[in-house]
């Protein structure tokens, strides 16, 4: 008999989650979560919900940073990586070509038709490493340019395309790489003159601050490129799978191509890590150059069945449920039903966004009374009266949320794609109630925001 019992492991030690995690972790994230007040016990989840230790549900607008495209539990992925189990399927023997690879990565080329192949990884970050990788390989040159704020994942080769400082700093030296600001054609262009630029690589929308791409910027950027002999890789790890009512960002303005697209988070539906990255014909083909190469790239878990499985599930899923309709249709009236309430709030400047991927940016007030509030959290650190809407929304209207990224007032909603309008509803009054709170001058909001004050002020 075996010695391992997941249920009673569970039972036995369950309540020491917050404990082990700040022995044996990272032992900032049980501190945050602790001073923020969302050290909570969650003990199942079904769809765009989940339910704590007191069996009371909260709204998950956040979709564990938007790999839960479908929700949590999905009937058809579970039965999908149940029957993947159950086959007893000889997977990763690594000498043959089982069929679930090649069978996803026919079904996820139909939705980007100017593309012929994908490398099959294990992440988002793996997705766009390996872009790099073949981006620099194809093109025979070293330099790639990214945008300012940009966030393409935590691996060196990533980090080298990140526009933060904050993740960058102290990781040094990285890759010869250049940020441009996102929509600066000029800048593209000086870059690409020097002739070392192997590609571009952007989110169609940032995920930090939730910034869509100029109108016609893609599509400018794309022929700069080509003239110049370099690559245009999109990073739809966020933003693929329907999140902003098209299946990819990039495909909201015709005529964009990109030659490398990166994909991860929602491709397994959460259950499974998994990766892609799709691309030309042109570029595979230099990089599996001969027989010899025929590992020059890979990844020991890549291809493996269950996150194939999962793969194949979540686009049938998708075509079964009409989730990309839906994101377009729920999504405009969220964003519609948020943009009512700016001239409400003083507070509240800018709703933006697309589909269901919403920035909701705060800033300075008018009135006297509030302005004072605002500076005196704005002179500890920016981002924290956007932390301030953040914890009431989970803590007195059990709404997940975060904010959308390091100093910045921003509020970044990306809830799993299949959410309605009651979801919309929900949401929408909790937010009034503590939009209400905040300009009514409501004691415990400014009152915690003093505390977030004196935390800013003894960590510099
Ligand atoms: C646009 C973008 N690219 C890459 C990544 C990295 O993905 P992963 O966390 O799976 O490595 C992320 C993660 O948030 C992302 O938003």
Known sequence: MSGFDLTKLLAERGDERYDLHAKYLNHQLPRMLHTIGFDRVYERAEGAYFWDDAGQDHLDMLAGFGVMGLGRHHPV????????????????????????????????????????????????????????????????KPRVLYCTHAFHGLTTGSLSVNGEAGFRDGF???????????????????????????????????????????????????????????????????TGLGRTGDFFAYQHEPGVEPD??????????????????????????????????????????????????????????MEDEGIVAGVRSTGELLRARLTELIPEYELLHDVRGRGLMIGIEFGRPKSLKLRSRWTMLQAARKGLFAQMVVVPLLQKHRILTQVSGDHLEVIKLIPPLIIGEPEVERFVAAFTAVMDDAHTGGGLMWDFGRTLVKQAVAHR
């Open 172 to 238: 040094a030296p990285l890759l010869p790489d250049t940020a441009i600001e996102l929509g600066d054609l000029a800048a593209l262009e000086r870059e690409l003159k020097r002739g070392d630029v192997a590609a571009f690589v952007v989110e169609p929308i940032q995920g930090k601050g939730v910034h869509p791409a100029p109108p016609g910027f893609l599509r400018a950027a794309q022929d700069l490129l080509h003239k110049h002999k370099a690559l245009l890789i999109a990073d739809e790890v966020q």
């Open 77 to 140: 992925i579970r039965q999908a990586l149940h029957d993947v189990l159950d086959a007893g399927l000889a997977d990763l023997t690594r000498f043959d070509c089982p069929p679930l690879p090649g069978l996803l990565a026919e079904k996820l080329l139909r939705y980007a038709p100017h593309l012929d192949r994908v490398f099959f990884g294990n992440s988002g970050t793996e997705a766009v490493e390996t872009a790099l990788k073949f981006a620099r390989y194809a093109t025979g």
């Open 260 to 317: 490398l697209v990166c994909v991860a988070k929602a491709l397994s539906g959460g259950y499974v890590p998994v990766g892609a990255t799709l691309g030309k014909e042109s570029v595979f083909r230099k990089v599996y150059s001969s027989m010899d190469r025929v590992l020059v790239h890979s990844a020991s878990f890549g291809a493996n069945a269950q996150a194939m499985a999962a793969g194949l599930a979540v686009l049938t899923v």
